[in-house]
């Protein structure tokens, strides 16, 4: 009884260090970030352009758009973190996004679904998820249609992005070329800059990064070393460095409009989402992507299936313990 007392006091003891370290965790990232930026970024919404990849033919012509620096520097080191910092210049401002190693998604899953050492282990890799891990599993509801919760008509952020490429009302401005109507196109650009939007407005930029990061990571865990990369082009793996990339700079543009488009509306956490108000905030995200891309869209309207779905979701996700 004693073993499992003192067992107890440790992990209590062990929990509150780890929620601390969460809770600066991210405010430490942030400082990376800033660390690397060479420029401001003022906050309004005509801010950068969000890149296509399906417009991009190779690393070097991405390197023309986007400073990509490794840290550290110093190589010597073996236990230093590794981190990449992206930074890219747009309509006269710089806008910069870091990706470090860490834990991905797959990892948080596997935790989810297995042992109790699994889960303690994340406890010790990433303190961040245990502490917030009710938003984080509320972000993956949204993030993914959940028919079993929300039945066969379930909507994502992935079907958002289909439906704003539908809504596209120019095609000789829009599409270039056949990647441009792809996946790696406006539909993975629109996916990542709005669904990084929505969840910055609801729950905060640290945790749409977070969300964001893991995901990265877990797509290609390679992203933070010089030498992997390398590796990667050899193996003729240029294009998917090029797509990843591109994701993590959109990631943080969408959260940068997130957090202009959140305080537009005065949203938080426990905003009711009325299907009104995800039609306003869908057609700004229009707004946006005409401007950035020189392109017509017809606007999302209240009554339309993927509004009051999706729109029902939100409230209904936010609203569960």
Request: hydrophobic content about 35%; aromatic content about 10%.
């Amino acid at each position: 009884m004693f073993a499992f007392f003192n067992l107890t006091i440790h992990l209590w003891f062990t929990l509150s260090t780890l929620n601390l370290m969460a809770a600066e965790g991210y405010a430490a990232i942030d400082n990376q970030r800033e660390a690397c930026s060479w420029g401001s970024s003022n906050e309004n919404f005509t801010t950068h352009r969000a890149l296509l990849a399906s417009r991009i033919h190779s690393l070097e012509e991405l390197k023309g758009m986007v400073k990509i620096d490794f840290f550290p520097k110093d190589t010597v080191d073996k236990t230093a973190t590794k981190y990449v910092c992206l930074t890219y210049s747009s309509m006269g401002k710089e806008i910069s996004a870091v990706l470090r190693e860490g834990i991905d998604q797959g990892e948080l899953v596997k935790a989810k679904d297995g042992s109790l050492s699994d889960k303690i282990g994340i406890l010790f890799k990433s303190p961040y998820s245990i502490k917030y891990r009710d938003d984080l599993r509320k972000i993956y509801i949204l993030a993914r249609r959940r028919r079993q919760l929300y039945g066969d008509v379930d909507k994502a952020f992935y079907d958002i992005a289909v439906a704003s490429v539908k809504k596209i009302n120019t095609i000789e401005r829009a599409y270039f070329s056949n990647r441009d109507s792809s996946d790696k196109g406006y539909i993975n650009t629109f996916n990542h800059v709005t669904s990084q939007a929505i969840i910055t407005s609801i729950f905060g930029q640290n945790k749409a990064a977070f969300i964001a990061d893991v995901h990265e990571r877990y797509n290609m865990p390679q992203l933070t070393s010089s030498q992997k990369i390398d590796s990667l082009m050899l193996e003729g793996q240029e294009k998917a460095v090029i797509d990843n990339y591109v994701d993590i700079v959109n990631n943080k543009i969408g959260q940068k409009l997130g957090i202009v488009l959140g305080r537009k509306y005065k949203i938080n956490r426990n905003s009711e989402w009325s299907p009104k108000l995800l039609t306003d905030y869908l057609n700004d995200m229009h707004q946006y992507y005409r401007l950035t891309y020189g392109i017509g869209m017809k606007p999302f309207n209240e009554q339309e299936e993927l509004i009051l779905l999706f729109s029902r979701k939100i409230n209904n996700t936010i609203a569960t313990n």
